[in-house]
């Protein structure tokens, strides 16, 4: 918010769109789709095939799993949803002369995506200097998109 505020003019707006599920086994299950494991999973082929990937990575001895963390934060529930990719055979490689070595079951976190209520994005809005206009949100109260004012 604060990089978009150097952006936006005084007076102006700022709409974005926020996931607002805080149902954490919603969320895995959404995120549990074949497709979507497969799309992290790709990075791992595109590393090996655009980078200077020198040992043994790879990627077909990976697999998906999305770990769903719930905690408060001003009073307010949130979900942090990790998505994961397990190696499920010993690998060692080196990227840029740095050594990777991953054991069997070892994660590496591909992605993090935040799970936040529409009133304590409020909250972060207004303390980098925006004023919450209000909000649309979708058919089913898990995407919303709230508008805000520069002040």
Not at 74 to 92: C, F, I
Not at 102 to 107: L, V, Y
Request: hydrophobic share 40%; proline share 4%; net charge negative.
């Amino acid at each position: 918010l604060a990089t978009f505020r150097k952006a936006v003019e005084t007076g102006g707006y700022l709409a974005m769109s926020i996931d607002t599920n805080l149902d954490a086994e919603s969320v895995r299950d959404s995120y549990s789709h074949p497709l979507h494991g497969q799309q992290l999973l790709n990075i791992f082929h595109r590393l090996k095939r655009d980078l200077d990937i020198f040992g043994d990575l790879d990627p077909k001895a990976w697999e998906y799993r999305t770990d769903i963390e719930e905690f408060e934060h001003h009073g307010h529930k949130v979900l942090l949803a990790s998505h994961v990719l397990v190696a499920t055979r010993p690998q060692s490689f080196f990227i840029d002369k740095n050594h990777i070595a991953i054991k069997a079951g070892e994660g590496l976190v591909a992605d993090k995506s935040y799970k936040i209520p529409i009133e304590l994005m409020d909250i972060f809005a207004k303390q980098e200097g925006y004023k919450p206009m209000g909000s649309v949100y979708d058919d089913q109260n898990r995407m919303a998109m709230p508008v805000y004012q520069c002040i």
